[in-house]
């Protein structure tokens, strides 16, 4: 079978490219033979045993039952027996944490095991990994905001130090993901062509031209709290405002004001730097298995019907 997994990066447009591929699985389905899978369905209600075999050495995260990886390999003999000809899923916490990242600023430490742990379910499977990154300053003020929508965080100035030194940047990471699944390949874009680029950025995802309407706009599905909302997120701890509906009532109360912007100049054009230098190794000299993808030069190939 053929396996398409888009496994983020996380806060970069995922989940709107995932209410999309959503919107879209009937026809999918029914019309072009592909099963469409995202968040919702692959997600097991406890997640526990997949965290945990990810952080083992192989050899002893074999011996550890995975509820995340029996439910992908069960709707993967589903997909198989439908007689579906391509399997597409798409699930971000597949590659790791959020919070893991803030409180380490280590971008997906953990990406080769967690993925080569889902690795034995694609077994001789043609398999395409999907990726996004993103530039640096404006990923981790992202993530941080993204988490204050759940519970309330430290003041950022507290791991600032950590994200400036870069412990951790996109290349290591793809270059882990290549060694987790060896024999795939791995298409990856910036998050930064994803705008007014949707469309492409769907049919690289499901592998798959010319389908009607994918030239869409797709809007933001969880934008950034603003800097208003974070900073009052932050000042509510206890009880009733950590409820969820709590929360998104402050997001969308405090929707227009500026946005969380806690990097100085200096520090902004540093990570910029940066990440423009691992583009353009990205493109230069990618490793093994990976492929850097233009999503601007695709969305003017996709079909209108």
Known sequence: MEVRLHI????????????????????????????VYWPEQVRP???????????????????????????????RAEAEAQGKRRMVVSEENWAGLIDQMIATGAIYPAIRRRI?????VFRGDRVTLLFSVREYSSFYASLY?????????????????????????WPAVLADLGRAMPDAEILVWPFETLRGNGGAALCAILGQDNIVGL??????????PSAAAVARLNAMV???????????????????GPRFDPWTAEERVALQAAYEA??????????????LIDLRARQAEVGHG
């Open 145 to 169: 905001c993204h988490r204050t929508r759940t519970r309330p965080l430290p003041p950022f100035e507290r791991g600032k130090q950590r994200y400036l030194a870069l412990p951790r940047r």
């Open 116 to 120: 080569g742990a889902l690795a034995p």
């Open 8 to 35: 983020g990066a996380h806060r970069t447009g995922t989940t709107r490219l995932q209410q999309a591929l959503r919107r879209r699985a009937s026809w999918l389905r029914d019309k072009r033979g592909l099963g």
């Open 215 to 224: 030239n869409e706009a797709l809007k933001p599905a969880l934008p950034s």
């Open 45 to 75: 209600e406890r997640n526990l045993g997949f965290n945990l075999k990810a952080s083992l050495p192989a050899p002893l995260g074999r011996l550890v039952r995975s509820a995340a990886v029996d439910r992908v390999a069960a709707l």
């Open 278 to 291: 691992d583009l353009a190794e990205l493109s230069a000299a990618p490793p093994g298995n990976v492929r």
């Open 238 to 256: 206890s009880g009733p405002d950590l409820q969820r509906e709590a929360r998104i009532a402050v997001v969308k109360a405090l929707a227009d």
